[in-house]
């Protein structure tokens, strides 16, 4: 009977929170999926077609903070027990009465050219001469992801560009004969597609990511006391969860439960499901930033940047915890804590300012030795056998933000990186070290970066900016790396990135290109229209002409004898553009030709024999 009767209660129990998702569904936008009540979720048009414009949201704009805004909110209501609910809104387009074509200049490389606004052009730096490797890009680098990528993709703006590739001397390694050192191969980081934003929080953000049981989870940041726990796939809150008073600020497994380290007194809560969760320990202090797994233990830190003491802790079984180090009324901000090399470290800030590295092999009481550190060593991961660490700004006065290594006795620094207050994680994910970093604590205006490290580990490059200010969480899931985004007063998110990497080259000493000669472009390819997979030409419902083309050709425009699209476009559930013109097909004559213009250049010529009749091919029985 009892067993029943907790059978009925778990039932009632998911009925009750499945009655209180909301389904969001954004069309020509990001911020689809399933929500609890009352939160604040992030929008964002796709970028319109060439000679178009953002127009304005509709549906149920009620929801929606600013429907004249691309980027904005869509705040949901508060929902009862019994009550569910769909919301749907769309992002609309119109051609821009002003468009005109704007100017691309690149110099020592291609894709120059007149374009209309939105147009997205791929830009490659010619090949260097003998002895030397492409630098970087200068001039209008603002439009870049990286001034550092050979091959990249701009969006025209409202404005001409101009961009410039450099280059510099090729440094060949000289290898004396009888020795064999490790010789890196010379690559740079691949190029970096836009990322997917998988979702956004209630409050502000994202602080630690964590695989668990085949899922993705998120711990939240914000002062609301709202659910701190998301997962994926699909983005939504945990459920039921757990609150807490700011954040969930560490995430580790551990002998088959998942723990979590936040900032509300120190707490530590675990689950074995990421839905079910409980408050196994409440440490001395406020900031409960770092765990650790080492030997039989998981440790956790609690410790505050004003209020004495600091503590770590530690548990065998997950419920019962013994304090193992006490600062005995020293203000000592313990922030970060590490198994390396069969000892645990653990780092913190005085109230002096002054930077220790705390080290035990056995973690026992009594058995912690202290030692000065050169800057405040916020963030450590071990990769390969190598400890690396990531210093912020504040505490590091001689080097600031940067990147070092340490090998059990010294800390080498490997890169000052200018412009950001945190090197806030780092990880290995394919063939590169990837890192990210904060532009600054509670700051606007965005600057957050990913950065890579492609063999040689004092040459890291910006990969890619974000629009937040901040970002803390970094992971490598399902074979795609996630990035886990903040922004004081809301907008923190999810990204899912899918080619970061660093090319790959076997040789130390690539045999060096000639230099790049210009020569003709070949005549396009003209083929039917039956022999384009994924082209439909055919009469709309409307009355308009609708053209659209495979998904490998996303990222370009179309012409019909020489005419460009007058109607607003946009994209298939499948990844499909389309494209249409006012007027019935038969507008263009009794017969028609589809350009397919990418980067400038007709890559496809695509014939309609008959513009009255529909044309397509679709196998495999897609819809159009």
Not at 199 to 209: K, P, Q
Not at 352 to 367: D, E, I, P, V
Not at 423 to 433: Q, R, T
Not at 457 to 463: A, L, P, Q, S, V
Request: charged share 20%; hydrophobic share 30%; aromatic share 12%.
């Amino acid at each position: 009977m009892d067993v029943l009767k907790m059978a009925m209660i778990g039932l009632i129990g998911l009925m009750l929170c499945a009655c209180e998702q909301i389904k969001l569904t954004v069309e020509n936008g990001t911020g689809s999926g399933s929500y609890s009540s009352k939160a604040k979720i992030g929008i964002n048009a796709h970028l319109p077609s060439p000679g178009y414009e953002f127009m304005e949201w509709e549906g149920d704009t009620q929801y929606v903070e600013d429907l004249s805004s691309k980027e904005t909110y869509v705040q949901l209501p508060e929902l009862g027990k019994d009550e569910t609910l769909e919301i749907k809104v769309r992002a609309t387009y119109a051609v821009d009465p002003d468009a005109k074509e704007y100017n691309l200049v690149v110099e020592n490389g291609s894709g120059s050219g007149s374009y209309l606004t939105y147009s997205v052009i791929m830009i490659t730096a010619n090949s260097p001469e003998v002895g030397y490797q492409f630098d970087k890009w200068t001039g209008n680098v603002e439009y870049l992801n990286s001034p550092y990528l050979a091959t990249q993709k701009v969006i025209i703006d409202k404005e001409d560009i101009s961009l410039k590739a450099t280059y510099k001397v090729k440094v060949i390694p000289t290898i004396v004969p009888t020795v064999h050192p490790t010789v890196y191969p010379t690559v740079d980081p691949d190029e970096v597609s836009d990322p997917v934003i998988i979702g956004s929080s209630y409050e502000d953000g994202f602080f630690a990511l964590e695989e668990f049981k085949g899922k993705l989870y998120a711990g939240a940041f914000g002062y609301a006391k709202k659910n701190k726990m998301f997962v994926y796939p699909p983005h939504q809150a945990t459920n039921p969860g757990f609150t807490t008073g700011e954040s969930v600020c560490a995430l580790m497994e551990f002998n088959g439960y998942l723990y979590a380290n936040t900032e509300n007194n120190g707490e530590i809560w675990r689950s074995n499901d990421g839905n079910n969760w409980q408050k196994v320990y409440t440490g001395g202090q406020r900031v409960g930033c770092a765990l650790a797994v080492h030997g039989e233990y998981i440790y956790a830190t609690s410790a505050h940047y004003e209020n004495p003491s600091g503590y770590i802790y530690r548990t065998k079984n997950g419920t019962s915890w013994e304090k193992v180090y006490d600062s005995e009324g020293e203000v000592e901000y313990i922030r970060e804590i590490v198994s390396f090399k069969g000892k645990l470290y653990a780092f913190y800030v005085t109230e002096q300012g002054n930077t220790y590295m705390l080290s035990s092999a056995s973690g026992n009481k009594s058995s912690w030795q202290t030692t000065k550190t050169p800057a405040r060593m916020f963030r450590t991961r071990v990769i390969d056998n190598r400890m690396y660490v990531g210093t912020s700004t504040d505490y590091s006065p001689n080097t600031g933000c940067g990147i070092w290594k340490f090998d059990g006795s010294n800390f080498t620094l490997l890169q000052s990186i200018a412009g950001c207050s945190h090197v806030s994680n780092i990880l290995k994910y394919k063939n590169a070290v990837v890192a990210i970093t904060t532009k600054k604590w509670k700051g606007t205006g965005g600057g957050a970066t990913v950065m890579v490290s492609c063999g040689e580990e004092d040459d890291w490059k910006k990969i890619y900016t974000f629009k937040e200010t901040e970002s803390w969480g970094l992971k490598e899931y399902s074979n795609s790396l996630f990035v886990g985004t903040k922004q004081n007063g809301g907008g923190g998110k999810i990204y899912k990135f899918d080619s970061v990497g660093c090319g790959v080259n076997p040789n130390p000493t690539p045999t060096p290109k000639p230099t790049a000669t210009a020569t003709a472009t070949p005549a396009p390819n003209e083929k039917s229209c039956g022999q384009v997979e994924g082209f439909v030409w055919k009469l709309n419902k409307d009355g308009n002409t609708a053209v659209l083309i495979t998904k490998k050709y996303a990222s370009c425009s179309i012409k019909v004898n020489g005419k460009s699209p007058n109607v607003g476009g946009g994209v298939m559930d499948d990844g499909r553009p389309y494209f249409r013109f006012k007027g019935h097909p038969s507008q263009f004559g009794a017969t028609a030709k589809v350009e397919i213009i990418c980067n400038g250049k007709t890559e496809v010529t695509v014939n309609i024999p008959n513009t009255g009749e529909r044309c397509s091919y679709y196998p495999g029985g897609w819809g159009d």
